[in-house]
């Protein structure tokens, strides 16, 4: 093909969706579509391959999909995986001037102190990770996982910092990444979407849909949330009064009669529709299958943590995500709310940060522990963390203690397919307040989950208003420091 | 001047030829077939069903939506569910939360009211056709429809079946699509004999004496089909 043809095809997302639909990449089984192939013949399927994404990876992954554990608000890395014994001897005192020069914060002053942490830190497993008394399950994986504690970036609110982590971009517009992966490298799931979103907590995270939604992508990428309501897709159940034989009868005569329209006008876009109504169809089969624990063994949920399969948790979500991945799809996040820990009532490093822990830490080690009996961490990665961190100085809003959101270093762990366990990256300064070696800025991080999944940051683009777009912008590199 | 052209008002159909030497149309050889934008989808459904709003301009409107919308964002907002004509207003009045959109704009590609739009896509995905199966609004748009038809001078259900494909597709049935949405209206009509219940559930409102639940009910159901073929999303 030549790049003449190449350029034009970078503007036609849309037929592009016809070609995925066609061999399945968008998660939609035509096996019984052969009109569909008769009808596109191998010529058009070679003219109809975009440019800009494949669906085949760049170059040979070592993971196949991704589970993303968002904890939403900014966990207290200090409290959590990064300890400072000099922090402890400052406490108390203001913070020398050198590190704040020049420095906004959200909240908190200049002359706010310093604030050791009141958590123990152990030694786990061989690799000997440094890890919060806080995390005494993902202590046990030690060896499985790898920390980064020079995570960086550059928005210090809440909405703009998770748009940052999830699309690469501070605003609403761009891709999230679950949007980028599944555009890339498809779905393997026929009877669900490619990229689910699940969200555990008091409420929503702010930012809301953009933080999964496709951008200028085709929608067929954004994430779908699966919901804790009766129906775990919006749209799912029948109307009231149409019963499964009905809703049968009903997908028979519209694809019948769309059939009879394909014959007569020809356009292959017609067989894509009767393939997502009958996508759809399974899914109302399939989705509920999905959210009925009953084949777990109590083993299971108890490993998790799961006392009431039917409520809601975190805990339940893992599970979910590790059911959702066994059927194919590749990008399920995990939204997990309130380690916003400034230091008020209800929002502080004591209780509300052990109860933040004590929901999240066993499920999260259970789903490691899980994916690895079943020989699926080995091509999964699962990835935690929040938007970013938060500061060495105190925020004692009342007499409990809390910090402020911190841009300069926050740690992440990773773990599963293509990266190293037991092994730690990076370094703060002796305070924790700069990331100084093995910076991993966001978009490094990106760069680097794309890598594991066979994807070259570079070349996953997509042109829009003239230009192409990535998720990395015009940043990353992979942090091979952490690569098996 | 492009509306009157005779390259405007070529037909969309397309050989298999045609379509293996040129899949983009790039040469002009036929008319494009486009699926409508999110909001004209919902307009012609209301259209159809013959209650479509033609009041300009006003506050935003709050059609059904289904329940779980406001799970995923910070907080919950208010969606004080339109009553009467501000449920058949044009899509374009829909109230626009950027943190949740009513979901059937961006399930049918409307952007995210945040940044230009250049372009909007056309994707074709199984949310969509869950949206036109089952959403709350649709449901209610075939029920209406319905009520159209079962109220109309129509003696024969040949008539009833060519008088709904005129208010949807603008057109006559071909003799397969008559014979085909004949049989299909006659299942219904069985199934929901059995089921009354149901019946009543799927029956539009506003019957005229002389119809059985059940029989009225299947047309419900035959209005749903053609609400939701492709052709009917299509601007042909």
């Given at each position: 093909m030549n790049s003449n043809s190449n350029n034009q095809q970078n503007h036609l997302g849309v037929r592009q969706q016809t070609r995925r639909h066609f061999f399945g990449s968008?998660?939609?089984?035509?096996?019984?579509?052969?009109l569909a192939s008769l009808l596109l013949g191998d010529d058009l399927q070679a003219q109809s391959a975009p440019s800009t994404s494949t669906s085949e990876p760049h170059f040979t992954p070592k993971a196949k999909r991704v589970i993303h554990l968002f904890m939403a608000g900014g966990p207290s890395q200090l409290e959590l995986f990064d300890y400072k014994p000099k922090l402890q001897e400052m406490h108390g005192q203001v913070i020398p001037e050198s590190y704040v020069e020049g420095k906004n914060f959200a909240f908190i002053k200049k002359d706010a102190t310093l604030l050791g942490t009141q958590r123990k830190f152990r030694r786990c497993g061989q690799s000997g990770l440094e890890i919060s008394e806080l995390l005494p399950h993902l202590g046990k994986h030690a060896d499985d996982i790898a920390v980064i504690r020079s995570m960086k970036t550059e928005v210090f609110n809440h909405g703009p910092a998770k748009l940052f982590t999830n699309t690469g971009f501070q605003r609403f517009g761009r891709p999230s990444m679950g949007a980028w992966v599944t555009y890339g490298i498809g779905s393997e799931s026929k009877d669900l979407p490619g990229f689910l979103v699940m969200h555990s907590g008091p409420r929503g995270p702010r930012g809301g849909t953009p933080l999964w939604g496709s951008g200028f992508l085709p929608t067929t990428y954004q994430g779908v949330p699966l919901l804790n309501s009766a129906d775990p897709i919006l749209n799912l159940s029948t109307p009231a009064g149409i019963e499964s034989q009905g809703q049968a009868e009903f997908i028979d005569a519209v694809s019948d009669l769309n059939n009879a329209r394909l014959q007569q006008v020809g356009d292959p876009e017609i067989a894509t529709r009767i393939a997502t109504y009958e996508m759809a169809y399974r899914m109302q089969s399939s989705a509920p299958e999905l959210m009925d624990l009953k084949s777990e063994t109590q083993e299971t949920l108890t490993a998790y943590g799961i006392t009431d399969p039917a409520k809601p948790s975190f805990a339940r979500n893992c599970l979910l995500a590790r059911r959702l991945i066994e059927r194919g799809t590749r990008f399920v996040q995990l939204f997990h709310t309130d380690w916003d820990h400034h230091g008020n009532a209800g929002t502080n490093l004591g209780i509300p940060l052990e109860q933040r822990c004590a929901e999240t830490d066993q499920p999260a080690a259970a789903l490691i522990q899980d994916l690895k009996n079943r020989g699926m961490l080995e091509d999964t990665i699962v990835m935690w963390g929040g938007e970013f961190g938060r500061t060495p100085q105190g925020e004692p809003r009342e007499k409990t203690p809390g910090r402020d959101h911190h841009i300069e270093a926050y740690s992440m762990w990773l773990c599963g397919g293509g990266i190293k366990g037991g092994v730690s990256v990076g370094q703060t300064d002796e305070l924790g307040y700069y990331a100084v070696e093995d910076v991993v800025p966001v978009h490094d991080l990106q760069a680097t989950v794309l890598h594991c999944l066979g994807l070259d940051h570079k070349k996953l683009t997509y042109r829009f208003q003239g230009r192409d777009y990535r998720l990395t912008d015009v940043g990353g590199n992979v942090v091979t420091k952490i690569l098996a | 001047m492009i509306v009157t052209s005779a390259t405007y008002q070529q037909t969309s159909i397309v050989s298999a030829e045609l379509i293996t030497r040129d899949p983009r149309n790039r040469l002009l050889a036929r008319q494009s077939r486009i699926r409508l934008e999110a909001e004209a989808i919902r307009d012609s459904s209301i259209q159809s069903a013959g209650v479509l709003s033609t009041k300009i301009g006003g506050r935003g409107v709050y059609p059904p939506q289904p329940a779980g919308i406001y799970v995923l964002t910070q907080q919950k907002k208010a969606w004080p569910e339109s009553q009467g004509n501000d449920r058949f207003r044009r899509g374009m009045y829909i109230f626009f939360w950027r943190s949740s959109p009513y979901p059937l704009m961006p399930t049918f590609d409307a952007p995210e009211a945040s940044v230009t739009c250049t372009r909007r896509s056309r994707s074709n995905t199984p949310l969509q056709a869950l949206t036109l199966a089952n959403d709350r609004s649709f449901f209610e748009f075939a029920q209406l429809l319905a009520e159209k038809i079962l109220q109309s001078d129509a003696t024969s259900d040949t008539d009833r079946i060519r008088l709904a494909m005129q208010r949807t597709l603008a057109r006559n049935p071909t003799p397969f699509e008559q014979t085909r949405l004949q049989a299909f209206v006659d299942a219904q009509k069985t199934w929901y004999a059995k089921n009354p219940q149901h019946a009543k559930t799927v029956a539009p409102d506003f019957l005229p004496a002389n119809w059985e639940l059940s029989d009225a009910a299947a047309w419900t159901a035959l209005s749903r089909v053609l609400l939701n073929l492709d052709e009917f999303i299509t601007r042909e």
């Open positions: 968008a998660g939609v089984n035509l096996g019984s579509l052969g | -």
